[in-house]
């Protein structure tokens, strides 16, 4: 299958600054990126989708100026966590997606966020 | 997107095919089942995809009833490897990925 990586694996980080978690497709073109949130012992949530060269659309409950998405090109993705807060902590993971046809969604290997 | 159902968890002896199932009573006609696995602490995996054929692939197989409204993610010959929570999700080909809770897969050798 096709690869898609991220960048760091694990962040540690203190209370207020920010956070910017990367999201490459090596070895193809993505047109769409998802980015999802994983607290533990719990499923993946989805929290925004982002095309490239076009705004990231939120799913409902998640605040956009908290959780920068920029999708500048076909093969990057980026996620920023603004003023990270102890309860942003969490397992980050991105997925891509070549098309918008029936074609499987690839995911990053996640990034451990935790905010101290 | 149809909502599918899944068992909690299941056990299944390494070396033995391990059949999981899911159920999908609302699925609409253009939509798909799709199977992914999470082995912990990592991104998910993707298994395999169907409409309304059976299909196969290097990692497992996938029956989806004549009805669609159940299908069984089959795989083989089960390793310890194998241990994960296991995805069933319907969707639309264009829509995005939504992740319920899962069977969690525990293959004892």
């Known amino acids: 299958g096709a690869v898609v990586s991220q960048h760091p694996s694990w962040v540690i980080c203190k209370s207020g600054t920010s956070v910017k978690i990367e999201c490459r497709s090596l070895?193809?073109?993505?047109?769409?990126m998802f980015w999802y949130r994983q607290f533990p012992k719990q499923s993946l949530m989805l929290m925004a989708t982002s095309n490239e060269g076009s705004k990231a659309t939120y799913e409902q409950g998640v605040e956009k100026d908290k959780f920068l998405i920029n999708h500048a090109s076909l093969t990057l993705s980026t996620l920023t966590v603004t003023s990270a807060h102890p309860e942003d902590s969490s397992f980050y993971i991105c997925s891509a997606r070549a098309d918008n046809r029936n074609t499987e969604a690839f995911f990053g290997q996640g990034t451990r966020l935790t905010v101290v | 997107d149809a909502k599918t159902t899944q068992p909690t968890s299941m056990d299944c002896a390494e070396g033995r095919a391990a059949n999981l199932p899911c159920n999908h009573s609302t699925i609409s006609g253009n939509e798909y089942v799709y199977w992914y696995r999470q082995i912990h602490s990592q991104g998910p995996q993707y298994i395999i995809h169907g409409l309304k054929n059976n299909e196969t692939n290097e990692m497992a197989s996938l029956i989806i009833t004549e009805d669609r409204k159940s299908s069984t993610l089959i795989l083989p010959h089960a390793t310890l490897r194998d241990t994960a929570v296991y995805y069933c999700?319907?969707?639309?080909?264009?829509?995005?990925?939504?992740f319920g809770a899962g069977t969690t897969v525990t293959v004892r050798a």
């Open positions: 999700i319907v969707k639309r080909g264009d829509y995005k990925l939504s």
């Open positions: 070895d193809f073109q993505a047109t769409t």
